[in-house]
Each structure stands twice: as C-alpha cells, then as structure tokens.
C-alpha cells in the first residue's frame, strides 16, 4: 500500500501547482507588529527601495553597471541592501547615509563569504571530502564571526547546487554529487553561518543557492539551459534546499539558468508554490546578479518592466543589480499589472530580517573596529583552517610505503610552481582572503622538515606550464625523496570557469613521469577545484595526495599529512572520471535493462573506454588500512515505521592510528520508479588505534528508504531492501531484509 508522507508535494506538479496567488509570508511576535508598523509608514517609492541591491566597488562579482547615483538613492531610501561592501569603516559609512534618508531603515550588507572571510578555509568541495559535519559548521561559523567582524549581515553561502558533471566550474563551490549527503552539509553550514540567533554579532544570515537544479546545465557549461523530468528536479536537485528550510535558512538566491523553459527568477512554481507555498519559507528570495535582467536574453520576458513583472510576481524579493525593480515596479502597481500586496509581502520578508539582525535596535551594531581587530585572522581561526585543510586531503594512491615521511631526516625535493603560489592556495570565491597571508607548500615544508632539508624548482612556468626540466631533474637527483604539485590553477574552476577537457596539464603529468626515472620515490600533490583526469602521469606516482585549494593554512596542513602528523582520511564527494567523455558520472546510476558488463557486449557500455571511473564517490586510503566486517540485520524483515538496524564492526589493521569513514548504501530492489543500484544512506566516522576494533551502528527509517513516485508524492513502498557498507561505494559488502 502506497503511502505519503508530504501531502503538499502531490500538488507540486508544473501542471497543478497551487492556485494562483500570493501565500503571505506568515511572521511571528514580536516582530509581526513591527514589521507593520513600519511597514504601513513607507511609500511605494520606499518600499520599492528595500527590494533594490546594488554592488559596491569593494570587488565585482559580476558585469558591473557604471551608477554613481547609488549614494544618493541610499539617502533617498531607494536602497535595500548592498553587496560586496566589507569593513566596519566601509559600511558604517554607508549605513550613516541610509540614517539620513526618511524613515531611517537601515541598509543590510551581503557578500559571498563562500569558504572563509579573510582566514580561508578549503574550497566547500575539498571540505565535503572530510565527511565531518561538525567541523563544516564550525568552519561556517568561523567565516560568519569573521565576516559579521567586518560589518557583513548576509553571507551568498552556501551553494548546495548537487552536480555530476565536472566540466562545470562551479562545482568547487558545492558539496559534490550525492543529493542525501549534500543535504546534511547544507543544514551544517546553515546552522554555522546562522547559529542559533540572527540577533547575534558573531552569526550572519545564510542564502540557500542557487534554486534551483543550476549543477544540471546542460554540458556543464555554466548558466546553460536545465532540461531535467520533474522526478530528477525532486529526487535529485531540490532536496538540499528543503534541507536548508528545515535548518532556517534567512534566504534563497535563485538562480541564472532556465529550468524545462522557465528561468528560475521568474519561476513561480518553484518559488512560489514550492518555497514559500509546500515548503513554508519565511526569509527572502534575492535575484542572482542582474538575473531579473537576463530573462530579456532568456527570451522569457521582453524588456526589463515585463522582467520585473515576472519576477516580481514569481516570488523574487530583491533585485541584486538589474535595477528592473527600482525603474519599473511603481508603473506595475499604478497599472494594476502588480498588485501592491506582492511588493508588500517581499518587503515584510526584508524588513523581518533586518528587525531579527538587531539592525531596527541598532543600525551599526556590526561596526565594532575593536572586535574587527580582535577576531579577524585570530589563531583559533587559523587552527581551525589548518583543521579543515588537513582533514580534507585525500590519500589517492600510496605504495611501496611512499607515505608517510615520518621521522624522515634526509633531503625533499619539492618541485612544482604551484607548491610556492599563494595566491592558488586560496581557491576560487576567496576575495576577502589577503594573497600574502596563504601559506604556501614550500613555506608549510620548510618549516616542518627544516629549510636546509627542502630542495626547491619550479618545474614549470606557473603562468604558460613550460616545462623547466633540467633544474628540477637537478633537485631530484640531489635529494631522497621528490614531491612535486600538479594541476589546476585556481581560476580554473568557479564561476563562468567550465572546461571541456579536466585533463590536468600534459607538461605537469610529463615531469611526474621524467622525475621518476630519478629512480626517487615520486609524490604528489594534485591541486584543483573539480575532478580532474591525470592518467599519463598516475602510475608514474608512488603516492598521490588530493590537496585541493586549502586556504589560508594550506601548506602547514599538506606538510602535516605528508609527515604524517596527520594521517589522511578525505574521501571524494564527487567521482573521479577515467575520461571526460564518461561524463556525467556518477556512483547511484540507474541499472538499465542491459546493466554494464566487463564483456561489454549488449550492455552499457562504451565500446572505446571502459565504464569504470578512476576514483569513485566516497574514496579514500588512509595510512592505515581498516577491515569492514559484513552489515549484520537486527531481523531479516521489519515493518513500516520500525527504523532498520544494521551493525558493522571495523578494525584497524595497519600501523597507523587513523580515521575511517564508513559507508552505508541502500538500494530498494523493486520500486514503482526505478531505483538507483545504490545511495548513500549513512556514514560513521571512527578513529581507531593500530589493532583496535568497534562497531558502528546505522538505522534506516523513512527518510533513508523513501522516494520520490511518479506523482512526485515521497513514499516508501514495501519490498526487498539491500545494504551495502564499506570504504567506500565500490567495496562494498552486502545484506538485504524485507519491509513489510
Ligand atoms: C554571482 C554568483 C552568485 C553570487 C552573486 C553575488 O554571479 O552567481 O553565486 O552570490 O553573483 O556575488
């Protein structure tokens, strides 16, 4: 028997979304009568104001429009928000005109506080491969203490866009391609930026992006169309942003791309009856940059009055930048194409915010100098940093005991531009991070092994990746063990940064492979902000260590694994393609009537290539090696509603102490839709000693064995059940029960 369990959903069909009309954002006491009381005060002029945001000049996120009006339209209350501002000085002098315009509303501050403010902490993929949760919101909270230090309200983080494709540069910004575990990071990094008050001066308000699907662009090319079933929409892409509403989120930014022929900022069903209909959301919806604006070249809307009609009346509060709304809304509503009590509602949302920041009480409570001085770039944020940067390196490859060099006293040769780049240590999305504050890997080893044991050579140009062969080759054969970086610089991935081809540099893979006929143990260090393929150059590799971009304290972290004062526990949040043509690819495919075989034969496959990745989702080694035992079932058959249990015990096996995660996937084996061969349904960190064992406890309730139906209703249907654990989402061990 079918059961459901969000009744609401069943009405989130394109063709039957809820009636047309405005589901008023519903405000609690105290703030409900606030909210009013101003509300009732303002003009249509002002009120048209607190949904416009403009940019400063601080940095451009995107096409910059040349306004030197913007002073000005703060006095005269024409101005909601302003982005990219930081600094208590900069914005206390902005807020200080906003004070003088009529009813004294202040200005609310936004800027993409994406992975650290001016401490870095590693780009929100290389953290999704610590596979802690803790410690992601204790790096959101880190970046909200910093930014809010700085006069920052409202962080454009985080980015919960679940992609499988890695041609897409924007995937550095996300938690990679599991929708269940993207869903978790999501609520963590909401609850650090957030906290458990807004009225906090160490919490800044979170922004739910980019809503909705932008990681499914066609090709990976960035701002592509979205051309995805209502099924996928639901099953794969929208469950991180219901996640984010259930953790309280402040606000949703929507997003550039169209979805199945609507763009997404003029998207009623989404916005509309989804977000703030089914979903309940009472924060704001902000335009992406200038996105009103884009629907003209969308070819969604003629001219940017019927751009701010759409968006208006599709539930986008603020126009970040297109200046559709502040040119045009007073003529909608005096036409009777807007009715008033559209704008009404978005400024209720904006003005609630501003009232639960503290910002009615207190226009310039977050410009503090003396806290700014204090917090920003204190120790305990950049022990925190090198926390996360050591936690989220990946062991990909170690043999013949390559790794660690623990207690190693002879003579490294590192060699590799990127192993002295500041300024690629920080990533992508790292603007407020000062570019000599980032430590790099020359200066993390020369402090960690001792200058005179570290032999320096670029190898390559930084800027054009010639090869400088003769040097380096001169570095190897002087010293005992070699450790050159490789791969991506940091603008290769981010925004408007997709790539057709995720190789990394043939010149970088070419020197891996002339090094090691130094005939020295060869380790790497691969940089990046995605997957990226290297496959000339890994089996010339004894070990190869997944770095990412760690921020502001990359170099000590990278040296703390490679000596092993850390032993590495990363695992991919994101498959490792052995061919760009493999993509997308992903580890819960859909098994297909003609499953893919080895023989390859009637099956699928590709005739060319073989089907397997060359890292799958959830992979990792340690230094250590750990033995997962078999999931033993509590009973072979459970009823709807008992949650499942299912024990494993685990062992460390090897010499090191260290980290494991391990892994629970599930597949339900017959479904009214079918079902993906496996999904991550748990994961259980444990840190062993050499020679100790445990045990680790999962359950399985509705929320780990329901779906999406073809009515979009999310049901869990009775049937056999697998589970499968292991290190990661290839070894896997296997068990299946019955639910009745
Ligand atoms: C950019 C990005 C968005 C960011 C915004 C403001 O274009 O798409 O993620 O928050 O503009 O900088």
Redesign the pocket.
Known sequence: MKRWICPLMALALWGCSAPEGLTEVSIGEPYAAKVDSVLRLMTLDEKIGQLNQY?GNFQA??PVVDDTTKIDQIKRGMVGSM??IKGVANTRELQEYAMQSRLKIPLLF?L?VIHGMRTIYPIPLGEAASFDLDLMRRTAAGAAREAAAQGVHWT?AP?MDVSRDARWGRVM?GSGEDTWYGSLVAQARVKGFQGDDLADVETVMA?A??FAAYGACIAGKDYNAVDISDLTLHEVYLPPFKAAVDAGVASF?NS?NEINGIPSTGNRHIQRDLLKGAWGFNGLTVS??GSIGEMIAHGFVPDLKGAAEAAILAGCDMD?ESRAYVSNLKALVEEGKVPERYIDDAVRRVLLKKFQLGLFDDPFRYCDLEREARTVLCDSLRALSREAGRKSIVLLKNENNALPLAGFRGRIALIGSLAASKIDMRGFWANEGVIDEMVTVREGFERRFGARSVIYADGYDLETNELKLPEAMRAAAQADVVVVAVGERYFNSG?AKSRADINIPATHQQLVRELKRSGKRVIVLLMGGRPMIFNEMAPAADAILLTWWLGTEAGNAIADVVAGDYNPSGKLPMTFPAHVGQIPIYYNYKSTGRPESKDRGYSCCYQDIDFEPAYPFGYGLSYTTFEIGEPVLAKQTWKRGEDVEVTVRVKNTGRYAGRETVQLYVRDLVASVTRPVKELRGFRQVYLEPGEETEVRFTLGDAELGFHNAALEYVVEPGTFRVMVGPDSKRVKSAEFELL
Do not use: A, I, R
Request: aromatic share 16%.
């Open positions: 940019t996120t995107g982005l990219n936004g993409d454009f980015m910004e922004c992006k980019h930014m550039f992406d940059w970040m925004e």
